[in-house]
């Protein structure tokens, strides 16, 4: 009995260690949690009752071939952002190679709707100012829920600016075709990720803070972030 | 020997059954894109496609044999962009073995393989680019009744030697219509070149051309650069004929190589001094290509600085299968 009294404690010990160090966690990376769940608490509204039903609208109406050549298109300009991120972390030959995407998509790709660059066999290296940001030593700072752009941090939010600077839709002269961009491309990006919004489980606003914040560490180090040779 | 044997041996057996025992190789590039040139519509263009018969065959002797090439234009867009189908290109005969190689007939000169094709990383044909760039095309690119000499590899280095006799059906010039002399040296990447050549035409007028090229390789990148010097006692220049002209380029390039995808660059400036007119000009181009397998895929953009009817603002999309 005494054995078994002496055992539970040391499970409830371990047990609170633990959860002590999991909020501790939890409130270093995300310390502004009240204000973040009011703007994931928006963001869901605006989603549920705007942006899911306009996509799911556009996802009937629009033929998958043309998804995808819509997808394509947005994702070709993204090289653009790819070439200079690539180049500014060091990676001349992941620039060289956007810029090649970009080149060979804008051009035997019919203006980026087909994605000829892959099966060509060049690959997309994605990257953004966040992650340069990331690259050069900048922490990543507070989790952050952005009104309308959703999960970030203080450091990819502010990786933002320099990204729509140099995005191709904002130097579209005319503001109606630019405007009409934007929104299709915030209805692509959604309907990309109705693939994925299943998987989610338990508390959204949990599970997607720390899938965004692992994903992030993952691409600013190309995923070799948790690989020590020392350890070998 | 490739499988293209094949095709020319049922050649062969319906017409001169003698080819298809030679060492023969049917060989081809098409080259076909969309160029946008400045002020023009764009266009599909033919991009120097071509297609020959290269081989060697044994003269019963030792050490020695005896070689043959022909090659010619095949225009895959309209004709009247590059050539016409079937269009004369190359066609000498010749041998060679351990003291060398020589050849008879229509070739390349020295000059052109030393100086000017080193800085031939764009696909188009350098014609589309600007001839005027290229000093030694108009008289040593693909030449007529030319002779030349190669020396065996002489420990890196190289000498050339190429004369061009064209008799013109009575005795009245010199038997010797040109001359091309040009060496080359070869060590760990670098590769040093340097040429000089003399054309005399049948009224007398002299073109006389010198140039130096170096090549530099290290790993994924490549350099080059060359410089020309051209002397002409009469010059053909945009409809007008210049007297003393006195020409030189110089031309400096780049090519940087991920897995099968190149970059590339180019700079190069013309200069032009005679009794009638003064030019200076400057062009650059940079492009990107990408091979799969046999094919490739290339953009290009090259641009001038002045309203050269020669050489304008072009820029391609190009599609190129070997076999």
């Known amino acids: 009995m005494k054995t078994s009294y002496a055992r539970w404690m040391v499970a409830?010990?371990?047990?609170?260690?633990?959860?002590?160090?999991?909020?501790?966690?939890e409130q270093a990376s995300d310390p502004w949690q009240g204000f973040n769940r009011a703007m994931f608490s928006f963001n869901e509204g605006l989603d549920t009752y705007a942006l899911k039903p306009i996509t799911k609208g556009y996802q009937v109406v629009m033929p998958d071939l043309g998804e995808r050549g819509v997808n394509n298109f947005f994702s070709n300009l993204g090289d653009v952002s790819n070439t200079f991120n690539n180049l500014l972390q060091g990676k001349v030959d992941d620039a060289l190679m956007s810029l090649a995407r970009l080149g060979f998509n804008t051009t035997f790709g019919l203006a980026g709707l087909i994605d000829v660059a892959t099966p060509m066999g060049i690959e997309k290296k994605s990257e953004d100012f966040g992650q340069t940001l990331g690259t050069w030593g900048v922490a990543s700072g507070p989790y952050l829920v952005l009104p309308f752009f959703g999960p970030s941090t203080v450091r990819d939010g502010l990786g933002r600016i320099p990204d729509a600077m140099i995005d191709p839709v904002m130097q579209v002269d005319d503001a109606g075709a630019?405007?009409?961009?934007?929104?299709?491309?915030?209805?692509?990006?959604?309907?990309?990720?109705?693939?994925?919004?299943?998987?989610?489980?338990?508390?959204?606003?949990?599970?997607?803070?720390?899938a965004y914040l692992q994903k992030r560490a993952y691409d600013i180090t190309d995923g070799a972030e948790n690989y020590d040779s020392s350890n070998f | 020997m490739k499988k293209s044997?094949?095709?020319?041996?049922?050649?062969?057996?319906?017409?001169?059954?003698?080819?298809?025992?030679?060492?023969?190789?049917?060989?081809?590039?098409f080259r076909i894109g969309v160029t946008a040139v400045k002020d023009a519509d764009a266009d599909v263009s033919d991009l120097s496609s071509r297609v020959g018969?290269?081989?060697?065959?044994?003269?019963?002797?030792?050490?020695?044999?005896?070689?043959?090439?022909?090659?010619?234009?095949?225009?895959?867009?309209?004709?009247?962009?590059?050539?016409?189908?079937?269009?004369?290109?190359?066609g000498y005969a010749g041998a060679k073995g351990d003291w060398g190689m020589a050849a008879i007939g229509r070739q390349y000169h020295p000059h052109y393989l030393l100086i000017n094709a080193p800085l031939g990383i764009f696909n188009p044909g350098s014609g589309s680019y600007g001839e005027r760039f290229f000093l030694?095309?108009?008289?040593?690119?693909?030449?007529?009744?030319?002779?030349?000499y190669a020396s065996p590899n002489l420990s890196g280095f190289q000498f050339f030697v190429a004369a061009v006799v064209d008799g013109s059906g009575d005795d009245a010039d010199?038997?010797?219509?040109?001359?091309?002399?040009?060496?080359?040296?070869?060590?760990?990447?670098?590769?040093?070149?340097?040429?000089?050549?003399?054309?005399?035409?049948?009224?007398?007028?002299?073109?006389?051309?010198?140039?130096?090229?170096?090549?530099?390789?290290?790993?994924a990148l490549e350099m080059m650069a060359r410089y020309e010097d051209r002397e002409d006692d009469s010059l053909s220049f945009d409809g007008m004929t210049l007297a003393d002209a006195d020409q030189d380029v110089w031309e400096a390039g780049v090519r940087y190589t991920v897995g099968t995808t190149s970059f590339?660059?180019?700079?190069?400036?013309?200069e032009l001094s005679s009794d009638l007119v003064d030019g200076?000009?400057?062009?650059?181009?940079?492009?990107v290509q990408h091979k799969m397998g046999h094919g490739m895929v290339f953009l290009e953009h090259v641009n001038n600085d002045s309203e050269d009817v020669l050489a304008t603002d072009r820029t391609v999309a190009g599609y190129r299968v070997d076999f």
């Open chain 2, 280 to 287: 200076d000009l400057q062009q650059w181009g940079i492009g």
């Open chain 2, 136 to 148: 030694g095309n108009s008289n040593h690119k693909r030449v007529d009744n030319t002779l030349t």
């Open chain 2, 264 to 270: 590339y660059g180019r700079f190069s400036d013309y």
């Open chain 2, 174 to 219: 010199e038997d010797l219509d040109g001359h091309n002399v040009a060496a080359k040296y070869s060590v760990n990447g670098l590769t040093l070149a340097a040429s000089i050549a003399t054309t005399e035409a049948d009224s007398g007028d002299e073109s006389d051309v010198w140039g130096v090229s170096v090549k530099y390789k290290i790993n």
């Open chain 1, 178 to 210: 630019r405007n009409a961009l934007y929104t299709l491309r915030v209805i692509d990006t959604r309907s990309q990720l109705m693939k994925v919004e299943k998987l989610i489980s338990g508390d959204k606003y949990t599970f997607i803070r720390d």
């Open chain 1, 12 to 25: 409830m010990v371990c047990s609170m260690t633990l959860s002590s160090a999991v909020i501790a966690e």
């Open chain 2, 5 to 29: 044997i094949i095709a020319l041996a049922v050649a062969g057996a319906m017409t001169a059954p003698m080819v298809a025992q030679a060492d023969a190789t049917l060989y081809g590039s």
């Open chain 2, 53 to 90: 018969i290269k081989g060697d065959v044994d003269l019963g002797l030792e050490d020695t044999k005896g070689l043959f090439h022909w090659e010619a234009n095949i225009n895959t867009a309209d004709s009247d962009t590059y050539g016409q189908m079937f269009g004369k290109r190359l």
